[in-house]
């Protein structure tokens, strides 16, 4: 059965919605990004309305800025600290927004979203 993002069908009260229609192509979903640190990996993809999207698959590098001085640099991930979005995504070492990896510069929070941006951006704890 196709994963879809359509509205629910029961209400917050647990009582089941009218059923008025089937799914649509358009509230589908695509399976999910778990982007890891390893070799660059990405992938084009074109969503609905002919835009495209980079998936990130892996990469070794990180768009790191600084907040105190304002500087951007790219450095290199040496490895992964935590991920608190799920016990799940911290046990496999998937990145996602929000996750906290050690550089050379020290730990870096992401701001990115990888698996629909393209790239790893992050700021200095």
Do not use: C, W
């Amino acid at each position: 059965m196709a994963r879809s993002q359509a509205r629910s069908r029961r209400k917050y009260t647990g009582k089941k919605y009218k059923h008025f229609r089937k799914k649509r192509k358009r509230e589908l979903e695509r399976p999910r990004i778990a982007t890891i640190i390893g070799e660059e990996k990405k992938k084009k993809e074109r969503v609905l309305g002919g835009n495209m999207k980079l998936k990130l698959f892996s990469t070794k590098f990180i768009n790191v800025t600084d907040l105190s001085t304002n500087k951007t640099q790219k450095v290199r991930i040496l490895s992964f600290e935590e991920n608190l979005a799920s016990k799940d995504f911290n046990r496999r070492h998937i990145l996602t927004k929000g996750a906290i990896v050690e550089t050379e510069l020290g730990n870096v929070k992401i701001t990115s979203r990888p698996g629909q941006h393209g790239v790893l951006n992050g700021v200095l704890e």
